[in-house]
């Protein structure tokens, strides 16, 4: 009697052990056994098209020609400074590219003897800003004929000029070239002035493509882990055994790719953010004021 009796607790003993490994099996697939969160991160590419522009008013001549006319480059952007001053604007630097491109014009103008933005070939400000190499987002050209008194009275009739105006107080030009020269025109002898105004790619706070190429690179990983972690996941869900060497080491290899994946999104997101860091930079310095 007493032998059948410790016969069946020793069966309930067993039984419970075995529903109690399942159970432990259970919880520790739930721990381990993890879905990967799957985080869509997105890189910023630039918030507008940046498409070049090219401001070239109607060129403007003298009302009152000076007999005591002299005009300067120094003068010239020291007036025009001053008016962008008055707007509360930055002054404009001079910028050896923009300095040869308006002596070019200036020659040019004198040479094949016309007055406009476009010479008698079809050469434009944008033409001599290529043949520079200067690397422009915005660019504006304002060109002056006659005798005009000095450089104060020569940038006020700028001003008085609505697209000369918009020119010399645009907020988007960080850089100027200015020439200036006397000689025969037309067969009378005056003076030509030309000004050039830009924002150029160099100017503006550059955006890291090695970055980028990282960033996408990360991306192409993330995505095959993605892939690899959801084939084991079937694998171990379609064990038969949820116990033993095999199944552990189902369990202990997607774990392992789990911190990976997790790991490699962590290092991507401080990427991606450093990158849009960049891209705000550089859309605050091209589309500023618009």
Not at 145 to 163: E, N, R, T
Not at 220 to 246: A, H, N
Not at 275 to 288: A, D, G, R, S
């Amino acid at each position: 009697m007493k032998l059948k009796i410790t016969f069946l607790i020793l069966i309930v003993i067993l039984g419970n052990v075995f529903f109690f490994w399942n159970d432990i099996l259970d919880l520790y697939s739930k721990i381990f056994f993890k879905l990967p969160q799957i985080e869509k991160e997105l890189i910023n590419s630039l918030t507008k098209r940046i498409e070049t522009k090219i401001i070239i008013p109607e060129p403007l001549k003298v009302q009152e020609k000076d007999p005591e006319a002299f005009l300067t480059e120094e003068g010239i952007i020291i007036w025009t400074n001053i008016q962008r001053n008055r707007q509360g604007l930055l002054p404009l630097e001079e910028n050896s590219l923009l300095d040869a491109m308006v002596q070019a014009k200036l020659e040019d103008m004198f040479s094949s003897q016309y007055f406009a933005h476009q010479s008698p070939t079809g050469f434009a400000v944008g033409d001599l800003a290529k043949d520079f190499g200067y690397e422009f987002i915005v660019i504006g050209e304002n060109l002056a004929l006659g005798d005009f008194k000095d450089d104060q009275v020569l940038v006020q009739a700028w001003m008085d000029s609505p697209g000369h105006r918009e020119n010399i107080l645009n907020e988007q030009y960080q850089e100027i070239g200015v020439a200036v020269g006397k000689g025969v025109f037309n067969g009378v002898n005056t003076w030509l002035a030309v000004q050039h105004f830009g924002l150029s790619f160099s100017s503006c706070p550059q955006i890291d493509k090695e970055l980028k190429a990282e960033i996408e690179t990360n991306q192409e990983q993330i995505k095959e882990l993605q892939k690899t972690l959801e084939l084991l996941q079937i694998e171990i869900r379609t064990t038969r055994s949820r116990r033993g060497p095999v199944y552990n080491q189902l369990i202990e290899e997607y774990n392992s790719l789990t911190f990976q994946y997790n790991e490699l999104i962590k290092e991507t997101r401080i990427l991606i953010n450093k990158y849009n860091y960049q891209v705000t930079l550089f859309n605050e310095c091209v589309f500023v004021g618009e």
